[in-house]
């Protein structure tokens, strides 16, 4: 974007979606950087930074172990680095081994994903994979991320002597504070810790009992806290200690601190994928919240399709209360550039405008975006509104001054790459005065070639629009029987203001309305109502529509069902006829083997040679049968097999003939479906079906139901 308008960011609350984006982010560098994000002026980068994002998202979605962004940047810890004698604390060192793990299971988990997340790879460029660091602090720093005792030999030395000193500390004062309260000279509080010494709580009169230092007393001075005497130089020897142990850390930490130095151009790798990936999660938990997407990038020009679209803070507004945000889809390209919403007011003409300009500036920001996966977003070099009552108190102008000195702005701006957004345009003077002023500006904008939405009530405005070849009316649904606007965007006609409907919705007496509507031009109120049953009237169409095809769905569906569940009876019914022939044929051998055991003369054996040439030449005749039916069978698959092959080839020489129809089908034709009356114009068509326009509604016919006038 070669402009950002910041004022158009405040009408269309672009705050509110950089905020959100800021409180996402984990480091203050990224969260700084996105409370001031905007367009970006390179479509390429936008792309980028779309994918980036989009692979993040993927891998959330998929449920893909992706390491934990669970660290801290870098910026103090890379300038002192760039101080030769500079020493890192331990807090710095933690930092530098959290972001070397965590870019380090990025470089794993790429390598397992080699194939995926390609854009998202591709912020790793600059390091490289290496486990020095971390097996240097490993060293160095436990589990506990402190330093070991055995980190130097010197440290370790001096903790076991601290650790014997304190053991000998305690026991010295255990006795000592033993013989103090044997002796009546100790308070209920027995002891205290004063500048990290253990002190015996001694009742004041008695301090001069105990042999020892006094290190203070309470605030009424009955109580005296003693330091028993044969700690005392205990006590200071560990104090000595405690510093040596202080130095030698310090020590050990420079030496890791010149380590890491000879690493420095790695930590600032380090620092700068720590912001990019903390920058891509914000986007993506964004997305998440807003249900965001993305779209299909148009290089080529700036035609627009929305398709389900949400404004994104209306919906999680929406959410939050569990109420439900109706989608809108409309589209801004060559044949409809500019368009022109009409409608009731409170009926969602601004909300529809916001969310155009709103989604348009998220998306030239990188930034998914709450549509439709199919929808098409192209590139402007401005995006322009005025939106609601701009007063300007400073510079002493009216609502109307300020939005002329807008639209002089707006006129510096136009072009073919400009996008407008005008909500109630042309209101806050005169009617007719103004009226024509904005159709002027109306018919300015429209010859420059700009894209544009625009609220209005004007009917010149609604006129000019309809007019224009460019331009597009639309109308948000009013519901007149139930005085409830539906929230919902007609392209196509413009819609009625539904006034006295608005005002009888909110409680104005019928006798008052009555009497304006007296006081209005009759050809006037008859325009508005005729507008209002045209919107009424294809609102129901719509519907009917609507509810017709669902119709057709579900017929076909039922026929599908219809017909799967006939064919399986039919093949179960056939499978059962077989079974019971082969049954039949089964118990028909079976009886007439029973007869032959049955009549078998077993005690005659002349008789049994005789019986036994009958048995098997009725076996052999049922044999020959069943290979005579073996064969017959198999001849038959043999020559639905060919028959097959040949009706393959035939369908492969075989085109596809177009309609028969007395004129030939041409783009342009004027046609009409077989059986009906209503004729429309073929806007395209292919081998299969055209796509036809019955008025305002274009639909999908096969060819073979179209009729050539």
């Known amino acids: ?329 409309f589209s801004l390209k060559k044949g409809g550039r500019l368009l022109v919403i009409s409608g009731p007011n409170a009926g969602g003409k601004s909300i529809t405008l916001k969310t155009m300009g709103l989604l348009q500036i998220m998306f030239q920001s990188a930034l998914l975006v709450p549509v439709s996966t199919k929808s098409k977003m192209g590139f402007f070099d401005f995006v322009l509104s005025d939106i609601g009552d701009n007063q300007s108190i400073e510079n002493q102008l009216s609502t109307y001054s300020y939005r002329l000195q807008r639209m002089n702005f707006f006129l510096s701006k136009t072009s073919p790459k400009t996008l407008l957004l005008l909500d109630e345009f042309g209101t806050g003077s005169d009617p007719e005065l103004g009226g024509a002023l904005a159709e002027v500006f109306f018919e300015t904008i429209y010859e420059e070639g700009c894209f544009g939405v625009i609220t209005t009530h004007y009917s010149n405005i609604k006129l000019k629009a309809a007019q224009l070849p460019e331009a597009v009316n639309a109308n948000m649904i009013f519901n007149r029987n139930t005085l409830v606007p539906e929230y919902q965007l007609a392209v196509g006609q413009p819609g009625s203001s539904f006034t006295f409907e608005v005002a009888q919705m909110n409680g104005i007496p019928r006798e008052m309305l009555n009497r304006a509507k007296a006081k209005v031009d009759g050809q006037k109120i008859k325009l508005d109502k005729l507008i209002s049953d045209l919107q009424r009237d294809k609102s129901i169409l719509q519907k009917l529509k609507k509810e017709s095809y669902e119709a057709n769905q579900e017929m076909e569906a039922s026929k599908e069902e219809f017909e799967e569940k006939s064919s399986h009876y039919e093949e179960r019914l056939k499978s059962q006829q077989q079974l019971i022939e082969k049954n039949n044929k089964f118990l028909n051998h079976g009886k007439k083997m029973s007869q032959f055991i049955q009549n078998y003369p077993s005690k005659s054996t002349s008789k049994q040679t005789e019986y036994l040439k009958d048995l098997k030449k009725y076996i052999t005749i049922e044999k020959s049968k069943i290979e005579m039916a073996l064969r017959k069978s198999q001849e038959v698959e043999k020559l639905k097999e060919a028959a097959g092959k040949q009706n393959g080839n035939k369908q492969k020489k075989a085109r596809v003939k177009p309609v028969h129809t007395e004129k030939p089908l041409l783009v342009g034709s004027r046609v009409k479906i077989k059986n009906t009356k209503q004729a429309g114009d073929v806007l395209s068509f292919d081998n299969k079906e055209a796509t036809v326009a019955f008025g305002n509604l274009k639909a999908k016919v096969k060819l073979e139901k179209l009729v050539v006038l």
Not at 36 to 52: F, G, I, Q, S
Not at 114 to 140: F, G, R, V
Not at 142 to 153: E, I, N
Not at 279 to 307: H, M, S, W, Y
Request: charged share 30%; net charge negative.
């Open 1 to 329: 974007m070669k402009f950002f308008d910041e004022k158009t960011a405040v009408d269309l609350e672009f705050d509110q979606i950089r905020t959100w984006l800021s409180n996402y982010c984990i480091t203050e560098t990224v969260g700084n950087r996105l409370s001031k994000l905007h367009p970006y002026r390179d479509p390429e980068e936008v792309e980028y930074r779309l994918n980036l994002a989009h692979d993040l998202q993927l891998i959330r979605n998929r449920g893909v172990h992706f390491p934990r962004m669970e660290f801290q940047e870098l910026n103090k810890e890379i300038q002192l680095l760039n101080i030769n004698a500079s020493v890192l604390e331990l807090e710095a060192v933690v930092k530098v081994l959290d972001a070397s793990r965590f870019v380090n299971e990025l470089f794993l988990f790429f390598k397992e994903n080699h194939t995926d997340y390609l854009t998202l790879k591709t912020l790793l460029e600059n390091a490289h994979y290496t486990k020095d660091i971390e097996n240097e602090i490993d060293k160095i720093l436990d589990k506990r991320l402190q330093v070991k005792d055995d980190a130097s030999p010197e440290l370790l030395y001096i903790r076991q002597t601290i650790g014997s000193r304190k053991r000998q500390i305690n026991r010295n004062f255990d006795r000592a504070l033993k013989s103090a309260r044997s002796s009546g000279y100790i308070d209920d509080i027995s002891e205290n810790v004063i500048d990290n010494r253990r002190v015996m709580t001694v009742i004041s009169t008695y301090k001069r009992q105990i042999d020892g230092s006094i290190l203070g007393s309470s605030k009424t001075g009955s109580l005296t806290y003693i330091e028993p005497k044969i700690n005392q130089a205990l006590n200071f020897e560990l104090d000595q200690l405690i510093d040596d142990e202080r130095k030698e850390v310090r020590r050990i930490l420079a030496e890791l601190t010149n380590f890491l130095r000879s690493y420095l151009d790695l930590i600032v790798s380090y620092q700068q994928i720590l912001c990019s990936f903390d920058e891509v999660n914000a986007r993506v938990k964004v997305a998440q919240r807003i249900n965001g997407v993305k779209p299909i990038i148009n290089f080529e020009n700036q035609d627009t399709e929305l398709i389900d679209a949400f404004h994104p803070i209306l919906y999680v507004k929406n959410k939050e209360v569990e109420l439900v945000t109706v989608p809108q889809s």
